[in-house]
């Protein structure tokens, strides 16, 4: 078994454990420098780093390999990469990009059978008279049709 191989098992011992947790990147550098990205259902704690750090050190031999180690969350601007991580975050609000180049931002509504639903707001004129109102419309968008989706953190 190779060192890769050997991580992976590690990192999937410790993350039976903890079911919330899922593995979002696995990388070993040339260098051997191991690099582990993880996200959970309810969020990620340092604790939660610490015992995959812990879990995968203490069980590997240095002298049969040097290495080092990082543990991190996955970051909260940065895009999905699993439909795990789409429904994780349904309820808030996330910007769409897809594989036609457009963009749309609204509402995560739902995840299911590798779609999405998304509540978008609009301003359209008024059926009668004048001025504007605001019309909410759902949108289904394929997970193969998306490029990238990012949570929209507003301050």
């Known amino acids: 078994m190779n060192f890769k191989d050997k991580v992976k098992e590690l990192i999937d011992s410790v993350l039976s454990e903890n079911p919330t947790l899922f593995l979002i990147d696995l990388s070993i550098s040339n260098d051997n420098a191991v690099r582990i990205v993880i996200d959970g259902d309810q969020g990620v704690g340092i604790d939660d780093c610490i015992a995959i750090s812990r879990a995968v050190e203490h069980n590997l031999d240095r002298e049969e390999v040097d290495f080092s180690i990082e543990v991190t969350s996955f970051g909260a601007t940065e895009p999905f990469q699993l439909e795990r991580q789409y429904r994780k975050n349904i309820g808030r609000n996330v910007e769409v990009k897809t594989t036609d180049g457009k963009k749309h931002e609204g509402l995560l509504k739902n995840v299911e059978g ?11 004129p008024k059926p009668v008279g004048k001025g504007k109102i605001t019309m909410k419309k759902e949108h289904l968008f394929a997970l193969n049709d998306i490029k990238e989706t990012k949570v929209i953190i507003k301050f």
């Not at 590798?114 to 359209?124: S, V, W």
Request: no cysteine; glycine share 10%; proline share 0%.
């Open 114 to 124: 590798g779609n999405i639903t998304l509540e978008t707001e609009t301003r359209e």
